[in-house]
């Protein structure tokens, strides 16, 4: 009887010490709000060479440094024409604000950015050796946010 006694007040009190760390659970931190921000993107490019027009995909990726400055890398693939090119540059966001200020356009919903990315391109023709030479992008484009929160999900225009 004695035995039934103790196992039963050890498993109450170890019961209740469970209880106890249930109840009182260790606070979470608060998510941070300013976290960076990491977008992968895909898309579908028409590349002229050799009078003709290819298809191609850029495969990139971009991560803000700071509101207006972001990280960029694009990859472009065109098989049709063997080409593989590898960019890594960066993004920066114009004053949308200055731009719009003689339109009916809300600057929150639109922003404009030029990019400029340095890489290599690589191009393999029949059995020739492949040929990598250094190359470079330039460009611009207008990001949307339908909402207005500043957050641009939808890329309407780019060009490089």
Same mark, same amino acid.
């Not at 190359?135 to 990001?143: E, H, M, R, S, Y």
């Given at each position: 009887m004695r035995n039934t006694v103790a196992v039963v007040l050890v498993c109450l009190s170890?019961?209740?010490?469970?209880?106890?760390?249930?109840?009182?659970?260790?606070?979470?931190?608060?998510?941070?709000?300013?976290?960076?921000t990491f977008t992968l993107n895909a898309s579908i490019l028409s590349l002229p060479a050799n009078s003709q027009t290819s298809a191609a995909t850029d495969i990139?990726?971009?991560?803000?440094? !700071?509101?207006?400055?972001?990280?960029?890398?694009d990859n472009i693939l065109a098989p049709s024409v063997n080409l593989s090119a590898?960019?890594?540059?960066?993004?920066?966001?114009?004053?949308?604000?200055?731009?719009?200020?003689? !339109?009916?356009?809300?600057?929150?919903?639109?922003?404009?950015y030029l990019t400029g990315s340095a890489g290599q391109a690589r191009v393999t023709v029949g059995s020739d050796p492949t040929r !990598?030479?250094?190359?470079?992008?330039?460009?611009?484009?207008?990001?949307?946010?339908?909402?207005? !929160?500043?957050?641009?999900?939808?890329?309407l225009l780019e060009g490089e």
């Open positions: 170890m019961a209740l010490c469970g209880f106890a760390q249930n109840a009182t659970p260790a606070a979470t931190p608060n998510p941070s709000t300013t976290a960076p990139g990726a971009t991560f803000a440094v !700071t509101d207006k400055l972001l990280l960029r890398s590898y960019f890594g540059g960066i993004q920066y966001a114009l004053p949308t604000a200055k731009i719009l200020t003689k !339109t009916n356009l809300d600057p929150a919903h639109f922003q404009f !990598t030479h250094f190359a470079a992008l330039v460009g611009g484009g207008v990001n949307y946010d339908p909402a207005g !929160t500043g957050k641009f999900s939808i890329n």
